[in-house]
C-alpha cells in the first residue's frame, strides 16, 4: 500500500455500479422504487374501482349522505326518525357505539380492578376463582360470550308483565332495563345550583382538609364529609324549594313499559358482555401492574409503620399506575373496536346501522366503509395520544 | 470485607448500655413449611446496645431480625419489643414497628416520591406531623447522612451509596429507638461502603440501640457490644467482639472466622 | 486462630423438629389458604356456594335433563321441555363443526394433513435433535402447498406440484434426520456423507452428494404425488372448525415473514419506508376486524377489475392476513427494542451487512423474546376468526348456526353454541398454558450461570 | 365481454347463490346437502344447461354482502328470497327476471296477546332480520299508521326467533312466508297468530347481472317452463309419457319435440324437458317445501301462488 | 488505574512502526445535531503503531473511533482507512470493516451463539471461508486468548474477562490489520482487568496496529508508541508516553493527569 496523497481519488468520476453502491443512492432509490410502487397500486386500484362503478352502473360520491334513510332504528341517544338522512344515521351509530363502549370501558375497569386483587388474594379459593375467570373468559370469542349473555340470559329475563321491579321504580324484563326519567319542574333550577355548589364545597375541603395535614399533621376523613356534602345540600335545596322535582315513571302500559328511560336487552347484554370479557384482560394488566412492583416496597413501607391500606394507597397503587395503564388504555381501544359485534344481537351501533343496513341501502360500500374507518382511526389516535402523554407523565427519573 | 475499610481510628466506640430491655426473645421457633429456620432462639437486648449478626448464608439472619419488626411470623415463643408483645394484634404491630426502623440490603426506597418525600412520608401518614415540620427533620436528617443537596432528586438519580444513606435517613425520620440492619452495604460498590459504614458509626456514637446483619468484620470490632453467631437457625455463640474475634469458643465459629478472614 | 483446640465447644445442631401441627398439613392449609380471618371465611362460604350453584345448575341443564339420542329436536324438546340440552343433535352434526360441507369421503385428506403437520413438527420436542429452526421453517414455508394440494384436490397446476414434492423431500429429510440422529450420527449430513464414503473425498464434493441425494428423494416424492388422484373439493365446502383451522393457521403463518417485514420498515432510516409502513401498521390495528373483513368482501371486488374474482374465502384471508400482520408488526417491533444497540453494532463492525446482520444476530434474539407474544397474537387471532360467520363464511360458528336450520334440528342452538365454546376453550387454554410455559423457561436467555 | 352463459359452459358447473340456510328456501343437511324451494330453481338451470341438475356450486352467503357477490361476478345466479324493488333493479347493476313466490310482509303473535289486527301493535316491539326490505316496510307502516313501533333488528334469524319465542318481542314480522318457518321453530306450535295485514308486497325471484340478456332469459324461461308444465299437467313422474302421447303443438315445442326454440337460449332442444324430467315442475316443488306436509306449511289454494287458471298470479307467457 | 496493574515488566515493548499510512483523517468534523462533538481532527496513524487515545467523559473519544469504521457517519473532512476512502460507497465501508476490527467496552458478544460460533460467524459469511478452515482458525485464536476450553459455552456462562477475550478473538478472526478497542476493560472488575490486557500487550507484541481508548495508563506507558489527549471534541496533545506523562505540554493535559492519577 502506497503512501497515500490527501484526498487524493475523491473527485473521480464514478462508474454506475460505484454509482449505485452508494448508501445514499440506495437509499433513494428503494425509497422511490416503494413510492412508486404504492402509487401504482393505488392507482390500479382506482382506475379499476372506477371503471367497476361505472360498469355497474354505481354512482359514487358523498351525495347521499343528506338522502332519506327510510328504516329506523331501534334504540338511539339521539334522536332519530326513518325519515332522517343517511348522515344522521351514522351520527346515531357513533354516539350509540360510544355510550355502550364508555360504559363498558367504566365498569370493565372497575371489575378488572376487583379481578386483578382478587387474582393476588392471599385466600387460594378467592384467587383461584379469579384465576379461573380469567381463563375462561380470555379463552372463548367474544362473539360467543355476546351471544350467551344475549340468549341465555337476557331472552329469559320475564316478559314485561313478570318484570323484575324494585320500589316501583326500576324494571327489568326481557324488553330491557327501565328507570324512572326526571322530570324538573319549577324551582329545580335552584336544586342545580346547589349541586354545583356542593362540588365545590367538597373541592375546597378537600383542599382545606389536605393543607390543614401538611399544617398541623391532623388527617381528615375527607371522603365522609365530601359525600355528606355532595348529597346533603342538594337535597335540603332541594326540599327547601318544594320537591320540584317529579318523575316519568315508567308504567305498563299496553305491550311495554311507557316512559321513563330505558336500555334494550342488547344493550344490556353487549354492555355485560363487553365490560366481563374486557375485566378479564385488565385484571391481568392490573395483577402484572402490581406485581411489578416488588415485595421489598411492601416491606419498606411496613417497617415504617404504613399500615396495608395507607401503604396501597401511598406506596403501591401509584408505582402500579405505571405499569397497569397504558395496558388499560390498548384494552380501552379494544373494547371500542369490539363494540362493533353489537351486530349479532341487533344491538345498533355504528356498524350495525351504518355498515350494515345503511350499506345494504344505498350501496355506497367505498365512502361508508371509508367513514367508518375514519371513526375507528379518530378514536385510536386520541388513545393512544393520550397514551404517550400519561407515559411521559410518569416516566421515572432516571440517572 | 477488609479490617481496613474504615479508614478512621480503630479504637471501640464506647457504649451506654442501660439495664433496661427494649427486645426479648424466648424460645422464639418459626418454619417455613416444613423448614425448620429458627430453632429456639433466645435473645435479650438493653438499651443502647450494638449487636452484629453473623454466620453463614442461610442461617436465619435475616429471618430473626425480620420477625422482630413482624415482617415474619414466627409460630412459638415470645417476642416482647419495648415491652410490647408481638401477637396477632395488630395495634400491638403498629406500636412496634412505629418504634423499630429498618434498612434493607436492597435499599428499597420508593421510586416514585423524591428523596425528601421518603424522608417525610411516614412521619406525615403515620405521625400525623405537620408537613413543614417534617420537611424540617427530614432535612436534619439528610444533613446528618451527608447528602442535604439530593433533597429534591429522585431515588433513581442517586448513587448506591446515597441511596442506602437516604434509606437509613427515612428510618431515621419515624424517630425509632430501635434500628434493624439487613447487610446494608452488601449491594454497595467498595468506595460506597465506607459512606454507609461512616454514617452507621456516627448512628452508634449517639447511642442507638441497633442490630446489624453485616459481614463487614471492621465494623463489628468497632462498634459492636456483642458479636451473634448463627448457624443453622440457632445462635451458636456471642460474645463481646474482642472475645468473639480473639478467643472463639466453638468449633464452628472458628471454622467461619477463618473463612470470612481469608479474604 | 483457625486450628482447632482441645477445649473448643463442638457445634451440634440442634434437630430440626416439625412444625406445630396446627400451621401445616390439611389444617394448616385450610387455616393459611381458605380461613386466614373472618373475612377471608366469609369469602370462602360465599365462593363455595357460587361454585356449588354453578356447578349444580350445569350439571342440571347438561347432563341430568339432557338427552342424548333422538331423531329430530321436536323429540329432544318433548322430553326436555327445553329444561336440558339436547347433544343429539350436536352428536348429528358433529362432522359438519368438524369439517363443514367437507366431503365425508375426502376428509381423510383433511387429517392426513393435520397428522402430517403433527408429526413433522414432532423433533421439536426431541431434546437431541438441532437446528429446531429449520425444522419449523421448513414446515412453515412448505407444508401450506402440501396442505392446499391436499384440500383442494383437482387438477395441481406445475408450480403446486413441484412445491408439493420439494413438502415432501423435506418432510422426509427432517425424519430422516431423527432417525440419523439416533443412530448416532451427529446430523443427516455426515450419515448421507458417511454411507456413501463421500467423507474423506475432498470439501468441494460434498455438497454435489448432498444435493444428488436431495435430488434423488424429489425425483421421487414428484413422481409419487403425480399418481395421485384428489377429487376436486371447492372452497365453498370447505367449513367448521377445519376453515377455522385454515384461516387463522395461514393468518398467523403468513403474519410472521410480514410482520417482521413492516416492522423492519417501521423502523428503517427511510422517511418514505417508514411512514408507509406506520401508516399500514397503524390504518390496521386501529379499526375493528369485522371492518376489515366487510372491506374485503364488499370492496374487494370494487377494487379488481372484472375478470379478477377472486374466491371469497381468499378475500377473507388476505384480510386476516393483514390484520394479523398488523399486530404482529408491533410484536416484532417490541421484540427488536429489547435488543441492545450493541449487538448491531458488533454486528456492522464485523463486516455483515444489512440482511446478514438481521438473520444472524438480531432477529433469532428477538424471535426467542417474542414467542409467548405470538402465541397470544394466535389466541386472539384463533378467536376473532369467528367473526368470518358473520360475513357467512361456514366456520364453525356458522356451521352451529346452520344447525340450527336444519328441517331435523330447526330451532337448536343453545347446544351448538355451548359446544363451539368448549372447543375454542379448550384449544385456546392449552395455548395460553403452553405460552406461559415458555414464558417461563425461554425468559432466562442462554445457558446463563 | 363474455357471456355468463359461456362462462358458466366452460367452467363447467353454475354458481348459485343463496342464502345462508333457512328452512324451506335453501337448508344445509348434516350430510352437507342442499335442498329448498330457492334451490330448485339453480337445479333447474343447471339442468337446463348440463342436462345435470346437480352441476352447481353453492355460495351461501350472509345478506348484507349478496349483491355485490352478484355484482362482481362471483355469482352466476342469486335465488334467495329476494324482493323485487325498483332501487334494487336500477342502481345495484342488477336485472331481476321473473317472479316465482309472491310474498307479503306479515306479522306474527302470541295468541294469547290477544292481538287481532296489526294496528293494534301500538308501540310494540318487533323483532326483525336486518339489511332487508322488512326493515324499510315495517318503518313505513309504523310511520302511516303512527304505531311507534320500536324495531330490534338481528343479523342471525335464529337468534331472532328466539328472542321471539321467549318474549324479547310482542311480534315477529316477516315475508309471511318465513313466519311460517319461524312458527315451525318454537317449542310450542300452535300458541302463535299471523295477523290478517300484510303490509307489503314481496315479489321473490331469482336475479341475475345487469346487461346479459341470453342469460337472463335463460334463467327467467327455466322458471317458466316450470310454471308452464304445471299448467299443462306435466310433471316429472307423466313427462315422457305426455310427450309420446301429447298432440299439443304449444307442449311440442316446449320440449324440443318440434321447432327450434331452444336456439335463441344457447341450450340443448331438450332444456325444458330435462328440467321437467330432472327437477320436477312449479307444483311439485311446491309441495316439497312449502305445502302443507312440510315444516313450512303455507297453504297454496287462494294465495296469490297458485296458478292463474285457478284465481292466483302464476303466469307463463307463451312457448312459442 | 494504578500503573501496578500489569504484573510483567514495566519496560516499554519495541514497537516495529513503518512509514506507511494506514488511518489518515484529515479536518474531521462531526456534530450531534446541533452539537459539534468533533473539531478538526487530524490524526495520521502509520503501520504498526499503537496509539492510546485518553481524555475526560464525553471528549469525543469512543466517537472518534467509532468513525474510523463507520459506526458513525462523520459530516466533513476526509477518512481514510488503508487507502480507501471513507463515503457513502457501500462497497468502501464493506472493504474498510473488513480491515478494522473492533472491541467494545460491554464485549457484545452475541449470545445466542457459542464462544466457538461467535468467532467464526464473520469468517464464513463475509470472508466465505469453509467451517472446518474456520473452526480451526477459531480454535487457534481462542488459544491466544488463552480460553481454548471454553469454545463449546455460550457467553451467558463466562466471566467478563473471558467475554473480552472472547470478543478480541471474534475480531481476530476477521485478520483486520488495524484493531479498535473502546474502553475494553472499564466494565470488568478489577481481577479481571490484567487478564485481558495481557492479551492485548502480546497483541502489541505481534505488531498489529492499534487505537486503544483506554485510562490504564500502565498500559500506555508500557505500550503506546504515541498518547493522544481529548478534550472537548479536539485532539489537545499527542506525543510519546515519556513525554506526555513526565511533561505535559498543556494545562488541561497537566490537570487530567494530576486526577486521575490521584486515585
Ligand atoms: N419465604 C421463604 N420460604 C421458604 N424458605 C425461606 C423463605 N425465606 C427464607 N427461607 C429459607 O430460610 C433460610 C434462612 O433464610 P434467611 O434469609 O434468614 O438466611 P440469612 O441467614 O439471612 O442468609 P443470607 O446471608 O443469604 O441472607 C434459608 O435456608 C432460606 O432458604
Ligand atoms: N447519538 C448521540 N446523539 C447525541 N449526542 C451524542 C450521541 N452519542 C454521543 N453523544 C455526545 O457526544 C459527546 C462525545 O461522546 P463520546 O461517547 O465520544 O465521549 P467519550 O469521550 O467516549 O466519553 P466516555 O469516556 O464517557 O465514553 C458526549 O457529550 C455525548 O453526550
Ligand atoms: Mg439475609
Ligand atoms: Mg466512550
Known amino acids: 500500500m502506497a503512501v497515500l496523497e490527501k484526498g487524493s481519488p475523491r473527485r473521480q468520476s464514478r462508474s454506475i455500479i460505484e454509482w449505485l453502491n452508494d448508501e445514499r443512492v440506495r437509499s433513494v432509490l428503494y425509497q422511490a422504487i416503494v413510492a412508486i410502487a404504492v402509487i401504482a397500486v393505488a392507482r390500479y386500484l382506482f382506475v379499476n374501482t372506477s371503471e367497476n362503478l361505472q360498469a355497474r352502473g354505481m354512482s359514487s360520491g358523498f351525495d347521499f349522505l343528506s338522502g332519506t334513510a327510510g328504516f329506523s332504528i331501534a334504540w338511539t341517544v339521539l334522536p332519530y326518525e326513518a325519515g332522517d338522512s343517511y348522515f344522521r344515521v351514522y351520527l346515531v351509530g357513533i354516539v350509540n357505539t360510544l355510550i355502550v363502549s364508555l360504559v363498558a370501558i367504566v365498569f370493565a375497569t372497575l371489575l378488572g380492578f376487583i379481578m386483578g386483587i382478587m387474582r393476588l388474594s392471599k385466600n387460594w379459593l378467592i384467587s383461584k376463582i379469579a384465576a379461573w375467570y380469567v381463563e375462561i373468559l380470555r379463552n372463548t370469542p367474544l362473539l360467543l360470550q355476546i351471544l350467551f349473555w344475549f340468549l341465555a340470559v337476557f331472552s329469559l329475563l320475564p316478559p314485561p308483565r313478570g318484570s323484575f321491579g324494585l320500589l316501583d321504580m326500576f324494571f327489568l324484563n326481557n324488553r330491557g332495563f327501565y328507570m324512572p326519567a326526571p322530570v324538573p319542574g319549577a324551582g329545580f333550577d335552584y336544586t342545580m345550583i346547589a349541586i354545583l355548589l356542593a362540588i365545590a364545597a367538597t373541592y375546597a375541603v378537600a383542599v382545606w382538609a389536605k393543607k390543614r395535614q401538611m399544617a398541623t399533621g391532623q388527617q381528615f376523613h375527607t371522603f365522609w364529609v365530601g359525600l355528606g356534602i355532595l348529597f346533603g345540600l342538594p337535597i335540603l335545596v332541594f326540599l327547601a324549594t318544594g320537591s320540584p322535582l317529579s318523575f316519568d315513571f315508567a308504567a305498563l302500559k299496553g305491550f311495554n313499559f311507557q316512559g321513563g328511560v330505558s336500555v334494550p336487552p342488547a344493550f344490556c347484554a353487549l354492555l355485560l358482555a363487553l365490560m366481563i370479557y374486557h375485566s378479564a384482560f385488565m385484571a391481568e394488566a392490573v395483577r402484572a401492574g402490581i406485581l411489578s412492583v416488588s415485595h421489598g416496597q411492601t416491606e419498606a413501607a411496613y417497617s415504617l409503620g404504613l399500615r396495608p391500606g395507607m401503604t396501597l394507597r401511598l406506596v403501591i397503587i401509584p408505582q402500579a399506575m405505571r405499569a397497569v395503564v397504558p395496558p388499560m388504555i390498548s384494552n380501552w381501544m379494544n373494547v371500542v373496536k369490539n363494540s362493533s359485534l353489537a351486530i349479532a344481537i341487533g344491538y345498533p351501533d355504528l356498524v350495525a346501522v351504518y355498515m350494515q343496513t345503511s350499506l345494504n341501502q344505498s350501496g355506497h360500500a367505498i365512502e361508508i366503509v371509508a367513514m367508518v374507518m375514519l371513526f375507528y382511526m379518530s378514536v385510536s389516535l386520541t388513545i393512544s395520544m393520550a397514551l404517550n402523554y400519561y407515559n411521559k407523565l410518569v416516566q421515572l427519573k432516571e440517572r | 470485607m477488609s479490617l481496613e475499610t474504615l479508614d478512621s481510628g480503630q479504637e471501640h466506640i464506647a457504649s451506654a448500655i442501660s439495664d433496661e430491655v427494649v427486645i426479648e426473645l424466648s424460645k422464639v421457633n418459626k418454619w417455613y413449611g416444613e423448614f425448620h429456620v429458627l430453632k429456639d432462639i433466645d435473645l435479650t437486648v438493653y438499651k443502647g446496645e450494638r449487636i452484629v449478626i453473623c454466620g453463614p448464608s442461610g442461617s436465619g439472619k435475616s429471618t430473626l431480625i425480620r420477625c422482630i419488626n413482624r415482617l415474619e411470623e414466627h409460630q412459638q415463643g415470645d417476642i416482647l419489643v419495648n415491652g410490647v408483645t408481638m401477637d396477632t394484634n395488630l395495634k400491638n404491630i403498629d406500636a412496634i414497628r412505629r418504634d423499630v426502623g429498618m434498612v434493607f440490603q436492597s435499599f428499597n426506597l420508593f421510586p416514585h416520591l423524591t428523596v425528601l418525600e421518603n424522608c417525610t412520608l411516614a412521619p406525615i401518614w403515620v405521625r400525623n406531623t405537620p408537613k413543614a415540620e417534617a420537611d424540617r427533620l427530614a432535612m436534619q436528617l439528610l444533613e446528618r447522612v451527608k447528602i442535604p443537596e439530593q433533597a429534591a432528586k429522585y431515588p433513581g438519580q442517586l448513587s448506591g451509596g446515597q441511596q442506602q444513606r437516604v434509606a437509613i435517613a427515612r428510618s431515621l425520620a419515624m424517630n425509632p429507638n430501635i434500628m434493624l440492619f439487613d447487610e446494608p452495604t452488601s449491594a454497595l460498590d467498595p468506595e460506597m461502603i465506607s459512606e454507609v459504614l461512616d454514617v452507621m458509626v456516627g448512628l452508634a456514637e449517639s447511642g442507638m440501640t441497633m442490630l446489624v446483619v453485616t459481614h463487614e468484620m471492621g465494623f463489628a470490632k468497632r462498634v459492636a457490644d456483642r458479636v451473634i453467631f448463627m448457624d443453622q437457625g440457632e445462635i451458636v455463640e456471642q460474645n463481646t467482639p474482642g472475645e468473639f474475634f480473639n478467643n472463639p469458643k466453638s468449633d464452628r465459629t472458628k471454622l467461619f472466622l477463618s473463612q470470612i478472614l481469608a479474604h | ?449 | 365481454q363474455q357471456s355468463t352463459l359461456d362462462i358458466v359452459k366452460s367452467r363447467g358447473h353454475l354458481r348459485c347463490q343463496l342464502g345462508t340456510p333457512a328452512p324451506g328456501w335453501y337448508m344445509l343437511s348434516d350430510s352437507g346437502q342442499w335442498s329448498g324451494f330457492d334451490y330448485e330453481n339453480c337445479r333447474a338451470v343447471s339442468a337446463a344447461i348440463f342436462g345435470d341438475p346437480d352441476k352447481i356450486e353453492v355460495q351461501s352467503v350472509t345478506s348484507a354482502v349478496r349483491f355485490t357477490a352478484m355484482a362482481n361476478g362471483e355469482s352466476d345466479m342469486l335465488s334467495r328470497t329476494t324482493t323485487w324493488t325498483l332501487f334494487r333493479d336500477t342502481q345495484l347493476g342488477l336485472d331481476f327476471t321473473t317472479v316465482d313466490f309472491y310474498d307479503g310482509q306479515g306479522f306474527m303473535v302470541l295468541k294469547d296477546a290477544g292481538v287481532n289486527s296489526a294496528l293494534e301493535l301500538k308501540g310494540a316491539t318487533v323483532c326483525v332480520a336486518t339489511g332487508t326490505t322488512t326493515e324499510l316496510n315495517l318503518a313505513d307502516y309504523s310511520r302511516t299508521n303512527g304505531l311507534d313501533i320500536k324495531p330490534v333488528v338481528f343479523e342471525d334469524s335464529n337468534v331472532r326467533d328466539n328472542t321471539f319465542f321467549t318474549g324479547g318481542c310482542d311480534a315477529i314480522t316477516n315475508d309471511k312466508s318465513s313466519l311460517a318457518s319461524t312458527r315451525a321453530k318454537a317449542p310450542d306450535t300452535t300458541i302463535f297468530k299471523i295477523l290478517p295485514e300484510t303490509i307489503s308486497k314481496e315479489p321473490l325471484g331469482p336475479v341475475v347481472r345487469q346487461n346479459d340478456s341470453q342469460w337472463k332469459d335463460l334463467v327467467m324461461w327455466s322458471l317458466f317452463a316450470m310454471i308452464a308444465a304445471e299448467e299443462y299437467g306435466v310433471s316429472s313422474a307423466n313427462i315422457d309419457k305426455v310427450i309420446a302421447e301429447t298432440t299439443n303443438p304449444e307442449i311440442k315445442r316446449m320440449f324440443g319435440v318440434e321447432g327450434d326454440l331452444n336456439k335463441g337460449l344457447g341450450v340443448d332442444p331438450k332444456w325444458a324437458y330435462n328440467i321437467i324430467k330432472m327437477v320436477g315442475n312449479y307444483g311439485e316443488n311446491y309441495e316439497e317445501f312449502m305445502g302443507e306436509k312440510t315444516v313450512m306449511n303455507i297453504p297454496r289454494d287462494g294465495s296469490p301462488n297458485a296458478l292463474w287458471t285457478k284465481g292466483g298470479l302464476l303466469y307463463s307467457p307463451p312457448f312459442r
Not at chain 3, 385428506?109 to 435433535?129: Q, S, T
Not at chain 3, 412448505?142 to 420439494?166: S, Y
Not at chain 3, 417485514?261 to 375493528?288: D, Q, Y
Not at chain 3, 337448536?412 to 395455548?431: D, K, S, W
Request: aromatic share 12%.
Open chain 3, 1 to 449: 486462630m483457625a486450628e482447632t483446640t482441645q477445649d473448643d465447644v463442638v457445634f451440634r445442631p440442634k434437630p430440626s423438629l416439625p412444625p406445630p401441627p396446627n400451621t401445616v398439613g390439611v389444617v394448616g392449609w385450610l387455616r393459611k389458604n381458605l380461613f386466614g380471618g373472618p373475612f377471608d371465611s366469609l369469602l370462602t362460604i360465599v365462593g363455595v356456594s357460587l361454585i356449588a350453584y354453578v356447578a349444580y345448575s350445569l350439571y342440571q341443564y347438561g347432563i341430568a335433563n339432557a338427552v342424548w339420542e333422538a331423531d329430530t329436536y321436536r323429540e329432544c324438546l318433548d322430553v326436555t321441555k327445553g329444561n336440558g340440552a339436547c347433544w343429539a343433535g350436536v352428536s348429528t352434526w358433529m362432522n359438519g363443526y368438524m369439517y363443514g360441507r367437507y366431503p365425508d369421503v375426502e376428509q381423510w385428506r383433511v387429517n392426513l394433513a393435520g397428522v402430517v403437520l403433527a408429526v413433522w413438527l414432532a423433533p421439536f420436542w426431541f431434546p437431541k435433535i438441532k437446528a429446531k429452526i429449520l425444522v419449523g421453517m421448513s414446515a412453515v414455508l412448505t407444508f401450506p402447498f402440501l396442505a392446499a394440494h391436499l384440500f383442494l384436490g383437482g387438477e395441481a397446476g406445475l408450480f403446486l406440484q413441484v412445491m408439493v414434492a420439494v413438502a415432501m423431500t423435506l418432510f422426509a429429510t427432517v425424519w430422516l434426520n431423527v432417525g440419523a440422529s439416533y443412530l448416532g450420527y451427529p446430523s443427516l449430513r455426515v450419515a448421507l456423507l458417511r454411507l456413501s464414503g463421500f467423507e474423506n473425498k475432498g470439501d468441494h464434493l460434498h455438497k454435489y452428494v448432498l444435493l444428488g441425494a436431495f435430488g434423488v428423494g424429489f425425483v421421487i416424492a414428484f413422481a409419487y404425488q403425480s399418481t395421485w388422484e384428489l377429487a376436486a373439493v371447492p372452497t365453498q365446502n370447505w367449513g367448521g372448525l377445519f376453515l377455522t383451522l385454515v384461516i387463522s393457521g395461514i393468518g398467523i403463518s403468513s403474519a410472521l415473514p410480514s410482520g417482521i417485514i413492516l416492522a423492519l420498515g417501521r423502523r428503517s432510516k427511510m422517511p418514505v419506508i417508514r411512514v408507509f409502513c406506520t401508516a399500514f401498521i397503524e390504518l390496521f390495528r386501529s379499526v375493528p376486524l369485522i371492518t376489515i373483513l366487510f372491506m374485503a368482501v364488499t370492496m374487494m371486488p370494487l377494487f379488481l377489475p372484472v375478470e379478477i374474482n377472486p374466491d371469497k374465502l381468499v378475500l377473507v384471508i388476505v384480510a386476516v392476513c393483514i390484520f394479523a400482520a398488523a399486530y404482529m408488526a408491533e410484536i416484532v417491533r417490541g421484540g427488536l427494542q429489547a435488543i441492545n444497540k450493541g449487538q448491531y453494532e458488533a454486528a456492522q463492525a464485523m463486516g455483515l451487512n444489512y440482511w446478514k446482520m438481521m438473520t444472524l444476530i438480531i432477529m433469532p434474539q428477538a424471535l426467542k423474546v417474542m414467542i409467548p407474544n405470538i402465541v397470544g397474537n394466535f389466541i386472539g387471532l384463533l378467536k376473532d376468526t369467528t367473526l368470518v360467520s358473520i360475513i357467512g363464511l361456514y366456520d364453525i360458528l356458522l356451521m352451529a348456526k346452520a344447525s340450527g336450520q336444519d328441517g331435523k334440528w330447526l330451532g337448536m342452538h343453545t347446544e351448538p353454541f355451548l359446544f363451539t365454546a368448549a372447543v375454542f376453550f379448550v384449544v385456546c387454554f392449552c395455548m395460553s398454558k403452553y405460552s406461559q410455559h415458555l414464558e417461563r423457561t425461554i425468559g432466562g436467555g442462554y445457558g446463563r450461570r
